[in-house]
């Protein structure tokens, strides 16, 4: 009877300890994966932050925070995260560092002196400067031949960030010089022909029709139109009656 006893009791004592042990083993697993979670996080996005912000939220997460480079950017001002590594929103561990680069803004260009130039080339060294062409502005001008730089904005030696417009000021040349069409009709051809050649027009061609009444070797018709502007590079062309 006592050894019954026994064996029941030691039966109790071992199935007790099976418990605590398997009480003991769960609490240890759900301890370790809560601290395994504790101890990861998601990198937060700093692109377009500036470096000490990032710098600050870095360390209140437990990340580590490592400048990997530094270069110029027109896009982002000086001091602004433009890339960083592992990018945003990956899972990482507390601890890890994380490499980040940082604009140092428009790299500070001198403005190319392009006064003079023709308008093409002009445009072609502002951007192989590393600048950006900006507005073309044309007038008539007889001192600057046609499709050359007259003036530009900023001036040239200038201080200036990369990507920054250059404007220009562009001579289109002397005004051309235009006349009023005065009305031929009803003169002779000769007379016509003589008016055209004397005020240095070009003689178009000329045109045989019904005159319909009017007198034959006399104008009926003409283009440009009385009236219209007209310039010396215009042709004269008549219609004259048979």
Do not use: Y
């Amino acid at each position: 009877m006592n050894r019954q006893r026994a064996l029941r009791v030691a039966g109790l004592v071992v199935a007790g300890g099976c418990i605590v042990l398997a009480v003991g083993v769960t609490s240890f697993c759900v301890a370790l994966r809560a601290e395994r979670r504790s101890n990861v996080l998601q990198v937060p996005d700093w692109t377009g932050k500036a470096r000490a912000d990032a710098a600050a939220e870095a360390a209140s997460l437990g990340l580590g925070f490592e400048v990997g480079e530094e270069r110029h950017d027109a896009a982002i001002s000086s001091g602004l995260i433009v890339a960083q590594e592992p990018a945003p929103n990956t899972t990482v561990r507390r601890g890890r560092s994380i490499r980040v680069v940082v604009s140092l803004g428009g790299e500070t260009l001198n403005v190319p002196a392009i006064a003079g130039q023709p308008a093409r080339q002009a445009d072609l060294e502002i951007r192989r400067q590393g600048l950006a062409s900006g507005r073309e502005t044309r007038v008539h001008d007889a001192s600057a031949d046609a499709g050359r730089v007259m003036d530009q904005f900023p001036a040239q030696g200038a201080l200036a960030t990369s990507g920054e417009r250059v404007d220009r000021l562009v001579s289109e040349g002397a005004r051309t010089p235009r006349w009023v069409m005065p009305d031929l009709r009803g003169r002779p051809l000769r007379v016509a022909q003589e008016w055209i050649t004397l005020c240095g027009f070009r003689a178009g061609a000329v045109q045989r029709v019904r005159g319909d009444g009017a007198v034959p070797g006399t104008i009926v018709g003409q283009r440009p139109l009385p009236g219209w502007p007209v310039d010396k590079r215009d042709a004269v062309e008549l219609s004259v009656a048979e």
